[in-house]
């Protein structure tokens, strides 16, 4: 074996002594492909997604390493479950891996802000020994009798990933059987690989620079770990132009910086990073190059600002808007929602009999034949009372007839104080009355897209005002003094808001 040079012995040393090292292919821009790192990321992105990656490091060095990956995944019809495969090859010298994966997550929906993924990878991957390649002083070395050793075995990738709102907490475990690979050559010599078991852990929170735009940035860390090797991590941070491209800069601890950037165009993405290396070994190594090309299968909507601008929308509704937690706060289950109206005509039956027989009573009162001066004057006081209760009582059956009519379509009612109400972007203080609600976002930005959305759809009068108190911004349509038109009104409304409500503020 002494006659093999320096490529040769370190697959000696590594491959046949049972000696455990990072094994995992290596890449600069997993964080536009977070799937090929952890398989809970299998379909994250709801449209199929495919992607082309190709690295080449240190450029001019023989039997550098060469890597090239190939992904497709999505997500299926049934929410929440993600498909994929995985097909790469990762080559160094003498030595190459290649595989291939079949990928599933489950999306598991713990609440509205918390979300618990799944995943796991099946697959096959070759090791091949291809002693072909391998630089020799002596042509008659006996183990170069053998050209080429390969085996294929079984492997496993296992994921979990935690999603809170905006933040992404990931755990994968690569190589998960942590098998062997056995090899035996022409003269019955028999060596090991060993696949060792990988652990990785993410971290990743997104933060909306400019939302308007759908501008992004956020940093991305991850951590490396393998028996027998040191633990490695990287740093990234990335801004990110949902409609143009991106830019990221990731630090590799203990080897290099890289710089990438990426572009798009409707559903095709190219991108590319270029590793700066700082450790003890730059001077010995060349360039290294890493590309990326995707493609969305998904329908383009870049030239169609109304398309793009709806899309929008139904993002905001998902994300940002609150219309969701009112109405789960507002709307009844079916069973409490039967008592409910059941209690109301019971009241309301009360409330006809009780003016049924104040009507009554001021009939007598007004036949009653009365000639004494004080007499007549009780009377009168006696008639006024009886007018003013039968008022009431009607003013009651009015209100008792509406909350029917709202409960039984499902609109819900909600009181404010109109001090708490300002116009936007005016700033005056809103007056009271009865407003028709079609939406409420959290920022600005959100509410105006959506106000632009409902102008575009014929709905001219929208306008923005905001709850000082919890600082929301909700979308009107319409404003009225009386309750009975803002209730009318709803009825043509509801096909494009389902959601709409009616703001009392007093």
Same mark, same amino acid.
């Given at each position: 074996?002494?006659?093999? !040079? ?39 992105? @709801? ?12 450029? @001019? ?19 929440? !479950? ?14 190459? $891996? ?10 598991? /929906? ?93 971290? /990743? ?22 028996? @027998? ?12 132009? /949902? ?134 004057? /009780? ?16 003013? !009651? ?70 709850? $000082? ?38």
């Amino acid at each position: 074996m002494k006659n093999l !040079i320096i490529p040769f012995v370190l697959f000696i040393v590594i491959a046949f002594s049972n000696v455990n090292a990072q094994q995992t292919p290596f890449s600069s821009q997993y964080y536009s492909n977070q799937f090929v790192t952890n398989p809970a990321f299998t379909g994250n992105k @709801g449209a199929t997604n495919a992607f082309l990656t190709h690295r080449t490091q240190w450029v @001019g060095i023989s039997g550098a390493p060469q890597t090239s990956y190939f992904t497709i995944d999505g997500s299926l019809k049934q929410k929440g !479950i993600g498909v994929g495969l995985t097909m790469y090859s990762d080559v160094t010298d003498i030595l190459t $891996r290649a595989g291939a994966n079949f990928s599933y997550s489950y999306k598991l /929906k713990i609440n509205s802000d918390n979300n618990l993924t799944f995943g796991l990878a099946l697959g096959v991957v070759n090791n091949k020994v291809n002693f072909s390649k391998a630089v020799v002083l002596q042509l008659d070395d006996p183990f170069l009798v053998t050209q080429q050793l390969s085996r294929t075995v079984v492997n496993a990738d296992f994921g979990l990933v935690y999603s809170w709102k905006k933040l992404d907490l990931g755990f994968a475990m690569p190589q998960l059987i942590g098998n062997s690979v056995l090899y035996r050559d022409n003269q019955g010599v028999t060596g090991a690989f060993n696949l060792a078991r990988h652990y990785y852990g993410t971290l /990743k929170y997104v933060f909306d620079v400019v939302p308007a735009r759908e501008i992004t940035a956020y940093p991305l860390v991850m951590v490396r770990g393998v028996s @027998g090797a040191p633990l490695q991590y990287d740093i990234n941070g990335v801004i990110d132009w /949902k409609k143009y491209g991106w830019f990221g800069v990731t630090y590799h601890s203990n080897y290099a910086v890289a710089l990438s950037f990426g572009v798009r165009y409707k559903n095709l993405s190219i991108g590319y990073a270029y590793d700066i290396v700082i450790s003890k070994i730059k001077k010995y190594t060349g360039v290294t190059s890493e590309f990326l090309l995707s493609y969305n299968f998904g329908n383009s909507t870049v030239n169609d600002e109304l398309d793009l601008l709806k899309t929008k929308v139904s993002e905001l509704e998902q994300k940002d808007s609150v219309n969701t937690l009112k109405l789960n706060e507002l709307s009844l289950k079916d069973s409490l929602k039967d008592s409910l109206l059941l209690n109301l005509r019971s009241l309301s039956d009360t409330n006809t009999v009780e003016i049924e027989r104040l009507k009554e009573k001021l009939n007598k009162l007004k036949s009653g034949d009365i000639n004494n001066a004080d007499d007549l004057k /009780k009377q009168a006081v006696e008639k006024a009372r009886l007018e003013a209760e039968l008022k009431k009582k009607k003013e !009651i059956e009015d209100s008792l007839l509406m909350a029917q009519k709202m409960l039984e379509n499902n609109i819900p009612i909600k009181t404010e104080d109109k001090i708490g109400y300002v116009s936007v972007p005016q700033g005056t203080i809103v007056t009271s009355g009865y407003y028709v609600i079609i939406g409420a976002f959290t920022s600005v930005e959100n509410a105006k897209v959506f106000t632009k959305d409902a102008k575009k759809k014929g709905y001219k009068t929208a306008e923005i005002i905001q709850n $000082r108190k919890n600082q929301i911004y909700e979308i009107v349509i319409f404003k009225t003094q009386n309750r009975e038109p803002a209730i009318e009104k709803l009825e043509g409304i509801k096909t494009d808001y389902p959601d709409v409500w009616v703001l009392t503020l007093e």
